[in-house]
């Protein structure tokens, strides 16, 4: 069994939607960022890198390849778990955070778990989303933007 952490932030802008898990959530503000700035699949990317020792969604999609820009994040989560797989380990589960102070994200967690889930192909029993505000602290506090924990499990499928 191998486990590894991932964090990811943008901060808001205007003009964009707010994706988050691959939902498109109704929001005024999207995220800024290279691609489509889902911070909780590249948390949950870099998480799952970290657990195969394979680096971080930086070092395979860097923000100064112009292949990437706008990217939609789900494709780059697929593309990792094709690369957790080839490197012979399966997705045991994932635990995310999500700390916002806006959107209430309550409504949306079980859709973000069901394409996530379609996303690793894995069960969406595999994955738990959790929403936290940063009780009016800093700059998450202050609504600037949005922060995303999130750990992984894998489990070594061939020797």
Same mark, same amino acid.
């Given at each position: 069994?191998?486990? #590894?952490? #991932?964090?990811?932030?943008h901060r *808001?802008? /205007?003009?964009?939607p707010l994706v988050l898990g691959g939902v498109n959530v109704p929001f005024p503000s999207g995220l800024a960022g290279h691609s489509d700035a889902d911070a909780?699949?590249? /948390?949950?990317?870099? /998480?799952?890198?970290?657990?195969?020792a394979l680096g971080d969604i930086g070092?395979? *999609?860097?923000?100064t390849d112009p292949r990437w820009k706008d990217a939609n994040s789900g494709d780059l989560l697929r593309a990792i778990a094709q690369k957790i797989s080839a490197s012979g380990y399966s997705i045991e589960n994932i635990d995310a955070t999500v700390i916002a102070e806006q959107p209430e994200l309550s409504p949306y967690i079980?859709?973000?778990?069901? /394409?996530?889930?379609?996303?690793?192909q894995i069960s969406s029993s595999q994955i738990s989303i959790k929403g936290k505000t940063n009780e009016k602290m800093g700059w998450l506090g202050r609504?600037? #933007?949005?922060a995303c924990l999130a750990v992984a499990l894998l489990d070594k499928t061939s020797p």
């Open positions: 069994m191998r486990a #590894g952490i #991932g964090y990811d932030s *808001f802008t /205007a003009g964009r909780l699949l590249h /948390a949950i990317g870099d /998480a799952l890198l970290g657990a195969a070092t395979h *999609f860097p923000d079980g859709q973000m778990r069901s /394409a996530i889930a379609e996303l690793l609504g600037e #933007g949005i």
